[in-house]
């Protein structure tokens, strides 16, 4: 279990890099302006989700315990099955107020417990 978990704190740091590619210099009027950019946005926002539901709860609570991880779980069903009533601000403000305190607690598991993707067992 401890490789997967190792793997999917990658996938989440993957994601977390594709969105701040996605959305550097954007505007949060392009993801309304912008119907690809909103996609490419929300289904990396997926993958952070989807991807946190297989790091062990005990991992998120020794390092990560402000991180609020029953939404960060849920948030990739609420845009899977509401898609048509994400709001955009909601979303922007993820980008702008949640990233980098998710990106910090990825960052700190893996330094405690992972190392490089290629240092873990098949996906």
């Known amino acids: 279990m401890t490789a997967r978990a190792v793997l999917r704190l990658h996938d989440m740091k993957q994601a977390i ?3 701040r590619a ?9 993801l309304d302006a912008h119907r690809p950019t909103r996609a490419a ?10 991807a946190s539901r297989g790091i062990p709860e005990d ?12 939404r960060v779980a849920d948030l990739g069903n609420h845009i899977r099955h509401a898609y ?10 993820i980008y702008v ?6 990106e910090r607690a ?8 992972g ?3 290629e240092d873990t067992e098949a996906r």
Not at 22 to 30: G, H, I, N, T, V
Not at 59 to 70: E, F, G, M, T
């Open 115 to 117: 190392g490089p993707p």
């Open 17 to 19: 890099g594709d969105i």
């Open 41 to 50: 946005f929300e289904r990396f926002l997926e993958i952070v989700s989807e």
């Open 106 to 113: 990825v960052d700190a598991m893996l330094a405690r417990f």
């Open 22 to 30: 996605l959305l550097e210099d954007a505007l949060p009027e392009r």
């Open 59 to 70: 991992w998120k609570l020794s390092v990560a315990p402000d991180v609020p991880w029953r």
């Open 84 to 93: 048509h009533r994400v709001d955009t601000e909601i979303l922007w403000n």
């Open 97 to 102: 107020l949640e990233l980098d305190g998710l």
